[in-house]
């Protein structure tokens, strides 16, 4: 979005238009779009120089190329400047090309048009600016970036000194005003330092432009970067991630403080503190505090000289009866103020705290718009300042079941239903390869039976994925995912159905983003415009979807992942009560943790795991460890916005049938559920309950055959 406030000629300042036209088109009220002489004269003094020295663009030229054309400076570009000049001065009059001109141009610090520059700048409108402001932002237009008084404030001085001559010698100004303005002293508006609210995300765009720009250009050439990050977005992003990670890190116990953490200088932390008590305002970072006194059920402790207690009850997560079973007084421990209280006669409130550390475990999460693929928001760890590998980009680790919706949607591409049945027992794989056949087995080891596609994945049964791997095609399957944006080398067996090849957390969130787009694939991008100090852009990038999935098989995935949530391992995000759809994934041994899903705006995904190969620690599976961060963002996300359903392609109709047996339900059947199919493809056979389930039962085998 640009910061641009139109506005019309009259409401901007006289002393402005002065000044711009006497220094970049002093003639602009007696040509006709193009000024000749200095044509001439700017080729003339290229020529001398060999090389490109001066331009003699008219004020009407450089409104035509600003909307028109590109910035490359070849003779064709400025063959039709001129006769797109031409063009305008013949269907406008002078003030309204002006007028344009003023509202167009782009004087930097993210500020397009003269109203957005004033506000920018000086944080008053054009109309109010002084002779001196006027000069300086005139001056921005030559290089906005270049002579910007917030990058350099000598240079800007001295261009501005450059434009009050300019003025001078039109006689826009006389002597007395141009002394004043040459002393006059600017108070440009001040901004608030912005912390790095997105790090990773701005270091994986400066490693973007620095392999694509070369490095001089990129650094010394004045460019701004628009990119596509949500800031409100990126807030709750980062607020979620490290709300999960410290829950799970709770859960893994308390561990003493060997280093200590990165925090504001002193004086700043306590002049934070002494504020939060003013304004009784709880200061939710993490801080030292020194253990003064141990008590049976509490504990007192030094936080920069202020006093503060954290009770039994507020490091209840270390499952201690006594605070002294873990701390004993002087140790250093991470605290955070929860509130204040004040004791009758005391001069100074005390801190109310609670007991705090700072997780081991690392974890990523991505924001995708599900329309256009835009990055709204990233996070790559934890704290960027320990570390600054981006896991959600740089690392790739093992999806686990997250991959599986891939293998169902080839096996709907082929023509099976969501009713479909696939026996869920016992198999093993004979690899000559290998001293031992390979047994795939389901969580905590159980098998179902007879099992419909939906159910086999609502509940993440490795077994019917991988029979269903080996009905479909190993190579179908990779097929169809490349074609969905995943590039990562892929295991070319049937491993893949448990999700055993390494991939990075941007991808195969892009990649559910098909699901969210009816189909269609949009490569995910941060950066929407790259703009040159001149404000023209260099570089755009515009959404360019192309469809992988037909619209019908788009919508039997989306239901079947929607039924994850509602019935199977996603249950957790139910609670959200509005049309959600994803998939958990845990690999062996609890080490790598997924759950990727969407709305029909959001596609958002969630790694967690150690950065080395080890467990998370018993049960800590998609849905406990990486699930309930997407809830909390989801729900923080879409807070106050409408639930919107998924929509309803033709070609879709709804049968009734019975969960056991894939059939259309009878009046006997107990366990039936409303089931979604493609036109044509829905069952024909009414459910025997009694009999096809007894059949169905003793049907369960030991099968055995070659991987």
């Not at 090849?501 to 098909?514: K, N, Q, R, W």
């Amino acid at each position: 979005m640009e910061n641009r406030i139109p506005v019309p000629l009259s409401e901007v300042n006289e002393y402005l238009i002065k000044a711009v036209l006497a220094t970049e088109d002093a003639n602009f009220y007696h040509h006709k779009g193009i000024y000749w002489p200095r044509v001439f004269q700017a080729a003339w003094k290229n020529l001398k120089a060999g090389g490109y020295v001066q331009g003699a663009s008219t004020i009407t030229q450089q409104l035509a190329r600003s909307i028109f054309l590109f910035p490359q400076k070849t003779i064709s570009r400025k063959v039709k400047e001129i006769f797109l000049a031409y063009k305008i001065e013949k269907n406008y009059p002078k003030d309204k090309i002006l007028e344009l001109y003023l509202n167009q141009i782009y004087f930097g610090n993210g500020a397009y048009g003269i109203e957005a520059a004033a506000k920018s700048y000086f944080g008053k409108k054009a109309i109010n600016l002084e002779i001196a402001e006027a000069a300086m932002l005139a001056g921005l237009i030559l290089a906005p970036n270049r002579y910007s008084p917030c990058r350099n404030p000598d240079l800007a001085q001295q261009r501005c000194s450059v434009v009050l001559r300019r003025m001078l010698d039109e006689e826009c100004i006389n002597q007395q005003q141009h002394k004043a303005a040459w002393q006059f002293s600017f108070q440009f508006q001040k901004k608030e330092k912005e912390k790095m609210k997105a790090p990773y995300f701005i270091e994986y765009i400066r490693q973007y432009l620095q392999q694509k720009y070369k490095r001089s250009f990129l650094y010394n050439g004045g460019l701004t970067v628009q990119t596509t990050l949500d800031l409100n977005l990126q807030k709750i992003d980062r607020n979620s991630l490290h709300w999960g990670l410290e829950q799970l890190d709770k859960r893994q116990g308390f561990r003493p403080l060997t280093a200590g953490l990165e925090l504001l200088d002193d004086d700043v932390l306590k002049k934070e503190i002494m504020r939060g008590i003013q304004e009784k305002k709880p200061l939710k970072k993490k801080m030292l505090g020194v253990v003064k006194e141990v008590f049976h059920k509490k504990i007192i402790v030094d936080v920069l000289g202020i006093n503060g207690e954290i009770t039994l009850q507020d490091m209840q997560w270390t499952n201690v009866k006594h605070p002294g079973e873990i701390l004993q007084a002087g140790d250093k421990i991470l605290v955070q103020i929860r509130g204040y209280k004040k004791k009758e006669g005391a001069k100074q409130s005390s801190l109310i705290l609670s007991l705090e550390q700072e997780p081991l475990v690392q974890g990523a999460m991505v924001v995708l718009d599900a329309k256009t693929g835009y990055i709204r928001a990233m996070v790559g760890g934890y704290n960027f300042c320990k570390s600054k590998f981006n896991r959600a980009v740089q690392a790739y680790r093992q999806p686990g079941s997250s991959f599986k919706p891939f293998i169902y949607t080839q096996a709907l591409l082929q023509g099976k239903t969501l009713a479909d049945i696939i026996i869920d027992s016992p198999i093993i794989y004979q690899d000559e390869t290998q001293e031992k056949d390979w047994k795939p087995t389901n969580y905590q080891g159980k098998f179902n039976g007879p099992t419909t596609l939906r159910k086999a994945l609502e509940h993440s049964k490795n077994v019917v994925t991988v029979k269903l791997l080996q009905e479909v095609g190993v190579d179908n399957v990779i097929h169809l995912i490349r074609k969905m944006g995943i590039t990562s080398p892929l295991s070319p067996d049937l491993s893949l159905a448990l999700g055993a090849s390494g991939l990075s957390l941007l991808e195969i969130t892009a990649a559910y983003g098909v699901f969210a787009n009816q189909g269609f694939y949009t490569k995910p991008v941060a950066i929407e415009k790259v703009l040159d100090d001149q404000g023209t852009i260099i570089e755009k990038n515009i959404p360019s979807p192309q469809q992988v999935l037909d619209i019908q098989t788009n919508y039997l995935m989306t239901s079947l992942l929607e039924g994850v949530i509602q019935h199977g391992t996603g249950w957790r995000a139910k609670a959200l009560k509005r049309p959600l759809a994803g998939k958990t994934g845990t690999t062996n041994k609890y080490i790598d943790t997924w759950f990727i899903g969407f709305s029909p705006e959001l596609v958002v995904g969630v790694w967690v795991g150690f950065d080395e190969y080890r467990s998370l620690g018993e049960n800590e599976t998609g849905s406990r460890a990486a699930c309930p961060i997407w809830v909390k963002f989801m729900d923080e996300a879409l807070k106050g916005s409408p639930a919107i359903n998924f929509a309803v392609p033709g070609g879709i109709t709804y049968v009734t049938i019975d969960q056991d047996t894939g059939l259309i339900a009878t009046e006997n059947c107990e366990n039936v559920i409303l089931e979604v199919f493609r036109e044509g493809t829905e069952p024909k056979e009414k459910c025997n309950c009694r009999q096809l389930k007894a059949d169905r039962f003793f049907d369960i085998d030991f099968q055995s055959q070659k991987k």
